[in-house]
């Protein structure tokens, strides 16, 4: 049976807050989501998150939620993404960040899915390589379930555009 999973994008400060707590109920139950994942790492003004903004997209039916450079922009982040696994850093941060890079999740109907989160490095900060650590972690990841979805949070569109999937498996490039 397939899993329909939605994606939100960047949600910034309090209207994007809003919005999703206006419109997700209707897409989800419109559209039968087995899974709500959001980029919740300009939650909180505009920059960065807190365990309170978090609180409130979870409440509305955010299940996942992914970050990139801004996920430490609030000084209390780092406690709450060190204890919250429903919040995920780039996974190819230094070993010792707090918090984790992905995660394996259970919808409803019991289908198990894997969601890993990349930052890349173009115009962006000087971290491991995301197509290495994507090699590496899609490997771990499928040996769990073979439903993975990869958020990628990157500035260049010619470095988004080469996580297109035809490198999985093989040699990063």
């Keep these: 049976m397939p899993v329909k999973l939605l994606f939100i994008g960047d949600i910034i400060g309090k209207p994007g807050r809003q919005a999703v707590s206006r419109e997700l109920h209707r897409l989800v139950d419109r559209y039968m989501v087995d899974l709500v994942i959001a980029n919740g790492e300009n939650a909180a003004g505009g ?79 000087n971290l491991e390589c995301p197509f290495r650590t994507a090699d590496r972690e899609i490997v771990r990841l499928q040996s769990e379930t073979p439903i993975i979805l990869v958020d990628f949070h990157a500035e260049a569109t010619s470095e988004k555009t080469s996580l297109d999937g035809t490198w999985m498996g093989g040699s990063a490039p």
């Design 47 to 125: 920059f960065g998150i807190t365990e309170e903004t978090a609180n409130d997209l979870y409440k509305c039916g955010i299940d996942v939620l992914t970050s990139g450079n801004h996920i430490w922009d609030k000084k209390e982040s780092v406690a709450f993404v060190n204890r919250e696994e429903r919040l995920l850093r780039p996974a190819n941060y230094p070993e010792g960040a707090p918090g984790r890079g992905s995660g394996l999740f259970t919808t409803a109907g019991g289908a198990r899915v894997a969601v890993l989160n990349l930052e890349g490095r173009v115009f962006m900060n």
